[in-house]
């Protein structure tokens, strides 16, 4: 009698399973890169694409969102989505930024190191500003300007629960989880904030960028504590830390696991400030192109906060958090190095670097037999700049007012990161400006306190 039910069960287990694997038949393949829109060509405003009319306009899209698109896989686009294009508006990068750009760029260079490149002589701002497309090191330099693009001394980020943002991670079944996180980050070398010496006195030793991930709900979570550590040597392995509140202190985990879930969500170690997080001497890059590609680059700030307006449970945008750019892109293929390849968990990280910013746009990531798996589509408001009138920032290298969103193709299971009420420097709260608390190994401790 029971034989019926439990071939039904086993069916729709295979058939969850095809789903789920149905897009790993996707090779990476650079020519669907390089045949992208390049910045001659445009779309006019007011355009608005949907799933009827989408391949018209794909040339401007990354895989993932191509996928989404294409209704082909377990996470479609609904059919009454649309995506409405309007104006690109200028972005650029802060004042005292630009400044030390101008000042120091010409003593940077690239030192081979390995089978990769580390760099000499950078000091504060973006390291090469100009990129020439026939460079066949366009690609590594372009790794360091997003490695080192504007990120503020301190930056303190909220996820949810506002209006159910925060970090949410859905499954096949529609089943959601949600986390209440705070993002608190410094930069304590290369600083380029007005008032704020290039290397501030309260340096933790060597470290370059701290980055600190603090869950405080669920309660079955609360106290979970997440610090990467970068140093000034870029060449120098990152450190990883998690706070266990169960043990009641602090694990330093293996610094070869960049693969390792970030929270308990989709993306990896590798993955955080945006879908780039990587070591640059490890990796070798190859620039595909300067392209065109659709970008929600200035979202509604109240209406990106809410989860309301993403369509439920796929949690693409719906057309009230902004209308679509098209930003030029520098398109890069990120490769680790051939030694270190093995094991890794991506064969490639295509990512679609703003040519205004160096932000990533999208990222295309490519499972280590060289299939899709994952695409990440960052959605940003600019964020004022505090002592720089009329400037404006994007997702300041890690929080900041942005929506970043991960669908895993294969696995069929999302991670939608909200991140609003972001402040930077002296508007960050007093009891997140402590760099000893906040960006060492011994500060983790005191967290339940």
């Given at each position: 009698?029971?034989?019926?039910?439990?071939?039904?069960?086993?069916?729709?287990?295979?058939?969850?399973?095809?789903?789920?694997?149905?897009?790993?038949?996707?090779?990476?393949?650079?020519?669907?890169?390089?045949?992208?829109?390049?910045?001659?060509?445009?779309?006019?405003?007011?355009?608005?694409?949907?799933?009827?009319?989408?391949?018209?306009?794909?040339?401007?899209?990354?895989?993932?969102?191509?996928?989404?698109?294409?209704?082909?896989?377990?996470?479609?686009?609904?059919?009454?989505?649309?995506?409405?294009?309007?104006?690109?508006?200028?972005?650029?990068?802060?004042?005292?930024?630009?400044?030390?750009?101008?000042?120091?760029?010409?003593?940077?260079?690239?030192?081979?190191?390995?089978?990769?490149?580390?760099?000499?002589?950078?000091?504060?701002?973006?390291?090469?500003?100009?990129?020439?497309?026939?460079?066949?090191?366009?690609?590594?330099?372009?790794?360091?300007?997003?490695?080192?693009?504007?990120?503020?001394?301190?930056?303190?980020?909220?996820?949810?629960?506002?209006?159910?943002?925060?970090?949410?991670?859905v499954d096949r079944y529609g089943d959601k989880t949600w986390s209440y996180v705070f993002?608190?980050?410094?930069?304590?070398?290369?600083?380029?904030?007005?008032?704020?010496?290039?290397?501030?006195?309260?340096?933790?030793?060597?470290?370059?960028?701290?980055?600190?991930?603090?869950?405080?709900?669920?309660?079955?979570?609360?106290?979970?504590?997440?610090?990467?550590?970068?140093?000034?040597?870029?060449?120098?392995?990152?450190?990883?830390?998690?706070?266990?509140?169960?043990?009641?202190?602090s694990l330093r985990l293996s610094s070869a696991a960049r693969c390792a879930p970030l929270?308990?969500?989709?993306?990896?170690?590798?993955?955080?400030?945006?879908?780039?997080?990587?070591?640059?001497?490890?990796?070798?890059?190859?620039?595909?192109?300067?392209?065109?590609?659709?970008?929600?680059?200035?979202?509604?700030?109240?209406?990106?906060?809410?989860?309301?307006?993403?369509?439920?449970?796929?949690?693409?945008?719906?057309?009230?958090?902004?209308?679509?750019?098209?930003?030029?892109?520098?398109?890069?293929?990120?490769?680790?190095?051939?030694?270190?390849?093995?094991?890794?968990?991506?064969?490639?990280?295509?990512a679609f670097l703003d040519k205004e910013t160096f932000e990533p746009i999208d990222l295309?990531?490519?499972?280590?037999?060289?299939?899709?798996?994952?695409?990440?589509?960052?959605?940003?408001?600019?964020?004022?700049?505090?002592?720089?009138?009329?400037?404006?920032?994007?997702?300041?290298?890690?929080?900041?007012?942005?929506?970043?969103?991960?669908?895993?193709?294969?696995?069929?299971?999302?991670?939608?990161?909200?991140?609003?009420?972001?402040?930077?420097?002296?508007?960050?709260?007093?009891?997140?400006?402590?760099?000893?608390?906040?960006?060492?190994?011994?500060?983790?401790?005191?967290?339940?306190?």
């Open positions: 009698m029971k034989t019926p039910a439990i071939a039904a069960v086993f069916i729709l287990s295979v058939l969850l399973f095809l789903a789920g694997t149905a897009n790993s038949q996707q090779a990476y393949d650079p020519s669907v890169y390089t045949s992208m829109g390049g910045p001659e060509e445009s779309i006019p405003v007011g355009t608005k694409i949907t799933t009827g009319n989408w391949q018209n306009y794909q040339r401007f899209m990354s895989v993932g969102l191509r996928s989404l698109m294409s209704q082909k896989y377990f996470w479609k686009v609904p059919a009454d989505a649309v995506l409405e294009v309007g104006p690109t508006i200028k972005i650029g990068l802060p004042r005292k930024y630009r400044e030390d750009t101008e000042k120091y760029h010409d003593q940077v260079k690239l030192v081979p190191h390995g089978e990769g490149y580390s760099i000499s002589g950078y000091v504060a701002g973006l390291p090469f500003p100009e990129i020439d497309p026939k460079d066949p090191l366009a690609g590594v330099k372009l790794i360091y300007d997003n490695y080192y693009n504007y990120i503020p001394y301190n930056v303190f980020s909220e996820a949810g629960p506002k209006n159910g943002s925060g970090w949410t991670g993002e608190i980050y410094f930069k304590l070398k290369h600083v380029s904030d007005p008032g704020i010496p290039i290397t501030p006195p309260d340096q933790q030793g060597d470290t370059f960028l701290a980055q600190n991930n603090v869950v405080w709900e669920p309660e079955q979570s609360k106290y979970t504590n997440d610090l990467l550590i970068f140093y000034d040597d870029p060449a120098r392995d990152p450190e990883v830390y998690v706070f266990v509140p169960a043990l009641r202190r929270l308990g969500s989709d993306y990896v170690a590798d993955d955080s400030r945006e879908g780039i997080n990587i070591q640059p001497p490890i990796f070798q890059g190859k620039l595909l192109g300067i392209k065109r590609v659709l970008e929600i680059a200035h979202a509604d700030p109240a209406a990106y906060q809410n989860y309301n307006n993403y369509f439920n449970p796929m949690s693409f945008p719906k057309p009230a958090v902004g209308k679509w750019e098209l930003r030029d892109a520098y398109v890069v293929d990120i490769r680790r190095v051939p030694s270190l390849q093995r094991g890794y968990c991506y064969s490639d990280r295509v295309d990531l490519y499972d280590s037999s060289s299939k899709f798996w994952k695409g990440i589509l960052n959605i940003y408001y600019p964020t004022p700049m505090p002592g720089s009138p009329g400037d404006y920032v994007t997702a300041l290298g890690g929080p900041g007012n942005i929506c970043s969103e991960l669908w895993d193709f294969q696995n069929n299971h999302i991670t939608l990161a909200i991140m609003y009420n972001t402040k930077i420097d002296a508007q960050v709260p007093a009891e997140y400006r402590d760099s000893a608390r906040w960006g060492t190994p011994a500060g983790m401790e005191q967290v339940m306190q």
